[in-house]
């Protein structure tokens, strides 16, 4: 099972971190404990209007190379910048968007990345891609 980890600015994103956590009988990591030693599920927030916060930004910098999936929340008010961070993620590190979250998720949030996790587990790493090299789009249902 992928480790998770997020970073969460207004508790939405701890709050569906830990549930889903809990859900999987894992732990989950924060972005400001100590680093990752191996692949993770990123789970975060979109900031402003639509940028990647810099607190995840220097987990990436130093431990993107680990990174097989992106999850990120925002708000439907956003319009196109809904938790756009997900999209600038999953293009600079070529992984793909598991989810979209408006604000802290719901529970069919939770099922979609619980089986995103399970194919995955399921599947050899690398997750795969498309024959372009792009991450192949994640269909949750």
């Known amino acids: 099972m992928l480790r998770l980890v997020y970073d969460s600015l207004t508790g939405n994103v701890r709050h569906f971190a830990e549930t889903l ?14 680093a990752p030693t191996d692949a993770y599920l990123l789970l975060t927030y979109t900031f ?3 940028e990647v916060p810099a607190s995840t930004r220097r987990l990436l910098t130093t431990h993107g190379h680990l990174l097989r999936g992106v999850v990120a ?19 600079e590190y070529r992984v793909p968007v598991v989810a979209k979250l408006n604000k802290g998720g719901t529970a069919a949030d939770r099922a979609a990345v619980r089986r995103w996790l399970l194919h995955y587990a399921e599947s050899a790493p690398p997750f795969p891609t498309s024959c372009t090299g792009e991450p192949t789009p ?3 249902g």
């Open 21 to 34: 956590a809990a859900e999987l009988h894992v732990s989950p990591m924060r972005v400001q404990d100590p």
């Open 48 to 50: 402003g209007s639509g």
């Open 73 to 91: 929340s925002g708000s439907y008010h956003w319009g196109h910048n809904f938790a756009r961070a997900a999209d600038v993620i999953a293009a």
């Open 138 to 140: 994640w269909n949750a």
